[in-house]
């Protein structure tokens, strides 16, 4: 068959790690077979020994940045007055009464809260 003789990368990759993984799963004596699982389990853990430090920063980086998107998705832009411009007070209002503030936080109205 023509469909089965093509020797691409990807299939002699393929090809590569099944008969790998048929080597180091596959025994008659169940004491072999476990002893090469073990050889296995012990290169795998080498590696991600050794690239711990990347998995656990890609993963410290992933998490907050999914439940900031997630919690990003769930607010409700109308309930939010981020991009609303107040053209009355342009640097914001006051607090306790709502009189709009100068470029300094203070009251624009002339009755300051903390003058007597």
């Known amino acids: 068959m023509t469909a089965s003789a093509t020797t691409t990368f990807a299939h002699c990759l393929g090809s590569a790690l099944g008969t790998a993984a048929r080597f180091c799963l596959h025994d008659r004596n169940p ?3 476990w002893i090469k699982r ?10 991600l020994v050794n690239s711990f430090s990347w998995i ?3 993963l410290l980086m992933m998490i907050p940045l999914g439940f900031g998107l997630f919690a990003f998705s769930k ?3 109308n309930k939010v007055d981020l991009f609303v411009k ?3 007070a342009p640097y914001g209002r006051d607090g306790v009464m709502g009189a709009p503030l100068n470029m300094w936080g203070e009251r ?9």
């Open 31 to 33: 004491m072999v077979r």
């Open 38 to 47: 073990a050889i296995v389990l012990v290169v795998l853990g080498a590696v």
């Open 56 to 58: 656990l920063s890609a």
């Open 75 to 77: 607010a409700g832009t």
């Open 86 to 88: 107040d053209k009355g």
């Open 108 to 116: 624009r109205d002339g009755f300051d809260r903390d003058q007597h």
